[in-house]
């Protein structure tokens, strides 16, 4: 089936510093790959779309400065947390869909947990 | 606009017992329907999905759902629950043709009493 992983699994920084979340579609290529955010107890909010090759669409209120999203190829979507702050805390999950597949699904990553002290 | 319902944001049930979470749609589009179940700490699992054909759809873990178009529901069941299947699911629709943009539904919070 089709696996997707996220590297880190889990990562603690300072304020002020930058974090790169990794997002990698194993078995597949994956043309377009999705960042979500999620809070505890919560849903999953889109925070962005990514194409491979161009840039990627950010949902309303989501600040692309703030959130780099790099789709360099059809298996690596990267995720740049910058200047992350205590609010930046949550689980953000990516997913993928693959460039076989017609019929929308996506494949979702294990998640990251982001904590900003 | 799509959107998701799961009017149910909490379900206790007794192992053993039968279940059902709910889920409703709206969209004015056709669109594919998935159910996610998410463990602590980890990404989702998909359990099931509707595609197309046979409105009854049966996942992996002894769930099943139904497809009802007229009432825009996508209804999740299992005939006797574990305590394992104490979770958070998440019911998602995504519109065909379009994006590949999904739209989830707030979660339920299952929990499996002994």
């Known amino acids: 089936g089709a696996v997707v992983s996220q590297h880190p699994s889990r990562v603690i920084c300072k304020s002020g510093t930058s974090v790169k979340i990794e997002c990698r579609s194993l078995?597949?290529?994956?043309?377009?790959m999705f960042w979500y955010r999620q809070f505890p107890k919560k849903s999953l909010m889109l925070m962005a779309t990514?194409?491979?090759?161009?840039?990627?669409?950010?949902e309303q209120g989501v600040e692309k400065d703030k959130f780099l999203i790099n789709h360099a190829s059809l298996t690596l979507s990267t995720l740049t947390v910058t200047s992350a702050h205590p609010e930046d805390s949550s689980f953000y999950i990516c997913?993928?869909?693959?460039?076989?597949?017609?019929?929308?699904?996506?494949?979702f990553g294990p998640g990251t947990r982001l904590t900003v002290l | 606009a799509q959107s998701v319902t799961q009017l149910d944001s909490q379900v206790p049930v007794f192992e053993e017992a039968p279940v059902e979470l709910r889920c409703n749609y709206s969209?004015?589009?056709?669109?594919?329907l998935f159910w996610y179940v998410q463990y602590p700490n980890q990404g989702l699992q998909l359990l099931l999905k509707?595609?197309?054909?046979?409105?009854l759809v049966k996942g992996i873990n002894g769930f099943e759902a139904e497809f009802n178009k007229s009432q825009t529901s996508f209804h999740l069941r299992k005939p006797s629950v574990h305590i394992s299947d104490t979770a958070e699911y998440f019911c998602?629709?995504?519109?065909?043709?379009?994006?590949?943009?999904?739209?989830f539904g707030t979660g339920t919070s299952l929990t499996v009493i002994p």
């Open positions: 997913s993928a869909h693959s460039r076989d597949s017609l019929r929308g699904e996506q494949f």
């Open positions: 078995d597949f290529q994956a043309t377009t």
């Open positions: 990514s194409n491979e090759g161009s840039k990627a669409t950010y």
């Open positions: 969209s004015s589009v056709s669109v594919y």
């Open positions: 509707y595609l197309s054909g046979s409105t």
């Open positions: 998602a629709v995504s519109v065909k043709d379009t994006g590949n943009q999904f739209y």
